[in-house]
């Protein structure tokens, strides 16, 4: 429960001193009082505090009920990805390696959130949508024949308006996460809140697409993982995450 109590109007005390100007002694205070409950409703009592003569005099002038909803947080703009320690992220429309860990990570982080694609990324992945999230695949041309389960926008402004639409429960979904590739990434970096970072131990000069270099005067690190290391590839790898500074 929180309980505020306001200063009082300038003009509603001036009102009421003028009524009151006859008495000595005299003070008045509008207060509002309000109360958030369980249930989404808002109850704000306005009284007036009266002091004359050494005593107190309460008047109730107002009670409101108010359905309120507070689910007003903003979503957090996230990017994905995994990137070697030249930035390098892909080639041939398609991934550098396939860290099974890395796919496992992926899933577990995004799964439930809207998740933000370039057109390639989205051919990339077999022209098919990622379950139980939302996809919304960024492309300025009109797409007669798109496969069901995809959301199509123009640009990222409206990726990011689409992904902050209430659900089913009319929630707001807590994150959002842009998974490539780098013309997209690119363009998100500037706003991003937090990026998952998985760091792969491996300069890759074959690459084609690469990911925008990590500043630290704009990203301070927030967490590192152990380094672990792919048997398939030979390659470490760690899991960061950065939060905008
Ligand atoms: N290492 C990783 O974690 C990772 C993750 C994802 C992807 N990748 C790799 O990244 C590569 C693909 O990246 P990419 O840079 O070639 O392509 P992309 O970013 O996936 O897609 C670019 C396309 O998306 C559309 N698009 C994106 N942003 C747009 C905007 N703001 N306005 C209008 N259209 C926009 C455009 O398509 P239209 O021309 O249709 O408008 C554009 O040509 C692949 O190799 C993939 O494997 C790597």
Not at 14 to 36: C, E, H, P, S, Y
Not at 82 to 93: E, H, P, R, T
Not at 161 to 178: R, S, T
Request: charged residues 25%.
């Amino acid at each position: 429960m929180s309980l505020k109590v306001h200063q009082p109007r300038l003009e509603c005390r001036r009102m009421q001193i003028d009524v009151l100007a006859d008495f000595k002694k005299i003070f008045v205070k509008n207060m509002t009082v309000g109360f958030k409950t369980n249930w989404n409703i808002t109850l704000t009592i306005q009284i007036q505090l009266l002091y004359y003569c050494q005593y107190f005099h309460f008047r109730l002038i107002n009670i409101i009920f108010e359905r309120t909803t507070y689910n007003h947080q903003k979503m957090e703009k996230c990017i994905i990805v995994a990137v070697a320690d030249n930035w390098a992220i892909g080639k041939n429309n398609d991934l550098l390696w396939h860290i099974s860990e890395d796919l496992k990570y992926f899933k577990k982080t995004t799964m439930g959130s809207p998740v933000i694609m370039g057109f390639m990324t989205f051919k990339s992945l077999g022209s098919k949508p990622l379950p139980k999230r939302k996809n919304i695949v960024i492309s300025i041309f009109p797409w007669d024949d798109a496969p069901s389960g995809i959301t199509i926008v123009k640009s990222l402004e409206e990726a990011y308006q689409e992904a902050e639409k209430p659900d089913e429960n009319g929630q707001i979904p807590e994150k959002c996460f842009v998974i490539g590739g780098g013309y997209t990434y690119k363009e998100a970096m500037q706003f991003s809140d937090t990026l998952y970072i998985t760091h792969v131990h491996v300069s890759r000069e074959d690459a084609e697409v690469f990911f925008p270099v990590i500043d630290p005067v704009v990203w301070r690190t927030e967490s590192v993982s152990a380094v672990h290391n792919d048997p398939e590839t030979g390659y470490d790898y760690q899991f960061v995450i950065y939060k905008r500074r």
